[in-house]
């Protein structure tokens, strides 16, 4: 999921690279520049490479449980299988903690908790019912362990205390489903990127003087380090 831009687009493209047959799985009605400029890129090398695999487009809301259920499920039909599924989808709302809004907070968890708890719960679903031991995947954030303080490098940013709160519930979520999963032989796993420069990353980070990034990504966290 989240698979037209950002992370979940990169490792789409890593995936079929090695050989998968991707499904690209995102709220937007039609594909970004960026995904349209990936796939271009895959078809041609697979020109030359017939071990590399291909990516398709899905149209779902990651919150919607009974949306996933039927895409992850029709994709399973179609290929025989589903062995992989990783679950990128993301949104970051900021805003004074003290003030932070009610609708604010359930947008974020609503996408960040609920649409990757309803992902993996359709991934596991499928997988049991096609045989498959396979591997979910939740990415969750380096945010979801440590603080973000007032969000950025600049202090007058605001605070990401709705992102960080539903990214440590992706972490417990992800070791709760390893206990309950693993006597089905499905496997899953947390990972925990820290800061990257994509379009939906902190906003402090596009307007980093990139000549001492390093120095500034580094005020980012209430130590320096």
């Not at 690209?24 to 271009?40: G, L, Q, W």
């Not at 596991?124 to 303080?149: C, D, Q, Y």
């Not at 596009?206 to 990034?213: A, E, G, L, N």
Request: charged fraction near 20%; proline fraction near 4%.
């Amino acid at each position: 999921t989240g698979g037209y831009g950002g992370i979940g687009l990169e490792v789409s493209e890593g995936l079929a690279e090695a050989g998968a047959t991707v499904y690209c799985v995102d709220i937007a009605s039609s594909p970004t520049e960026a995904f349209k400029k990936t796939r271009d890129y895959v078809r041609r090398i697979a020109e030359e490479d017939e071990s590399i695999g291909r990516l398709e487009t899905v149209q779902v809301d990651v919150t919607d449980a009974a949306g996933i259920s039927n895409v992850l499920s029709g994709i399973a039909d179609k290929e025989g299988r589903l062995d992989i599924c990783i679950a990128a989808a993301g949104v970051a709302v900021v805003s004074d903690a003290h003030s932070f809004a009610p609708e604010a907070l359930e947008q974020v968890m609503r996408v960040n908790t609920h649409g990757v708890l309803y992902t993996a719960q359709a991934a596991a679903r499928t997988m049991e019912k096609h045989n498959s031991r396979g591997s979910i995947v939740l990415i969750g954030s380096v945010a979801g362990s440590v603080s973000l303080p007032r969000g950025g490098a600049r202090k007058e940013e605001p605070s990401w205390l709705g992102y960080c709160a539903s990214k440590a519930a992706v972490i417990q979520m992800g070791r709760s489903l390893a206990c309950d999963l693993a006597p089905k032989g499905i496997r899953v796993n947390t990972v925990s990127p820290g800061i990257v420069n994509t379009p939906y990353g902190p906003y402090s980070l596009r307007t980093i003087d990139h000549s001492d990034s390093n120095l500034q990504v580094s005020r980012i966290f209430s130590r320096g380090r």
